[in-house]
């Protein structure tokens, strides 16, 4: 009796881990829609990894010089001008960073989008933005 006790304890505590790392993806793909300036679209990739997040953004027709990308509070239309999450900028159209101590749950939790700007240079005009959430369905009927 005490031996099946211990596989349905286990079996419980199992479902309960899995559930719970099931509750958001390994691995979420948004798209990134201009803003600002038309054509500045592409897509930003958010990756669970050991010890944080891996973000891996590609724009269409990489810009020539710099720019920056950072996660801010928000949204695309109102988000706050001080960027929570600094990330590598963008060169000839691409950028990598993993951000260290957060999950990408703790990313879908909060209020976030992610933000490019025009350039090193001015950094006030955004020319492209997508919250951090996942994909709404629609049309879906059951």
Do not use: F, W
């Amino acid at each position: 009796m005490h031996a099946l006790r211990t596989v349905v304890a286990a079996a419980t505590l199992g479902a309960i881990a899995c559930a719970a790392a099931g509750a958001y993806p390994s691995t979420l793909k948004i798209r990134l829609y201009a803003q600002n300036r038309p054509g500045e679209t592409g897509t930003a990739t958010l990756e669970q990894v050991a010890g944080g997040v891996k973000i891996v953004i590609k724009m269409a027709g990489g810009q020539n010089g710099t720019q920056p990308v950072h996660i801010h509070t928000g949204t695309c239309a109102k988000q706050n001008p001080i960027p929570k999450y600094r990330l590598t900028d963008i060169v000839r159209g691409s950028s990598t960073t993993t951000l260290s101590g957060i999950t990408l749950g703790d990313l879908l939790l909060g209020r976030y989008v992610i933000d490019i700007h025009e350039s090193s240079a001015d950094t006030t005009r955004y020319v492209a933005c997508a919250p951090i959430a996942m994909p709404k369905h629609i049309g879906h009927e059951h």
